[in-house]
């Protein structure tokens, strides 16, 4: 057997790392959100469809948090549609913590950092325009921080998918 000449190790920027995982720390928290409004579809077109809901506008919400207003209005009017409103409700009040987190994440740029003390840090940067013009804005988390992020909102977005799913929807 020929031995193989091996090649030299090739330096590895610990800068690439970082951006990986903030892009897949990224990824998961956007297909996280994605998930609930595919286990909330059937909900919305069923109370859509209802008269006990025909007061809330638009029939069809089309954006992520209108669609999870639409939940809670729902959950608040309480009709029959066998949803189990507390618990919703309940939810609904830790979800909203994670609000700023997805605006950041899902419309934002992500940089990352190494801070003096050693730790990795994510900053993502968003920019909204108002009447006043844009507003710059940024939002900084260590990898421990963006970690107990991700756990909380899997607990969340998990327990209120599970509550979804044992809603029947009625005929």
Excluded: C
Excluded at 99 to 113: D, K, S
Excluded at 120 to 146: C, K, M, N, S, W
Aim: no cysteine; charged share 25%.
């Amino acid at each position: 057997m020929t031995a193989m000449p091996s090649e030299p190790p090739v330096a590895v920027d610990p800068a690439a790392y970082r951006r990986h995982d903030a892009h897949l720390f990224r990824g998961w928290v956007i297909d996280k959100f994605a998930q609930l409004e595919h286990a909330l579809a059937p909900l919305l077109n069923d109370a859509a469809n209802r008269p006990e809901y025909a007061a809330l506008k638009p029939k069809f919400p089309y954006l992520a948090g209108q669609k999870f207003e639409r939940l809670r209005k729902i959950a608040e009017i309480n009709a029959p549609i066998g949803l189990n409103s507390a618990r919703v409700l309940e939810l609904l009040d830790r979800f909203k913590t994670f609000e700023t987190l997805r605006g950041f994440l899902a419309h934002g740029t992500v940089e990352t950092a190494r801070t003096d003390a050693g730790r990795d840090i994510y900053i993502f940067r968003l920019v909204r325009y108002g009447a006043d013009g844009p507003a710059y804005d940024q939002l900084v988390l260590t990898t421990e921080e963006a970690e107990a992020q991700r756990k909380s909102l899997r607990s969340t977005i998990d327990a209120l998918i599970r509550v979804l799913k044992r809603k029947s929807i009625s005929t």
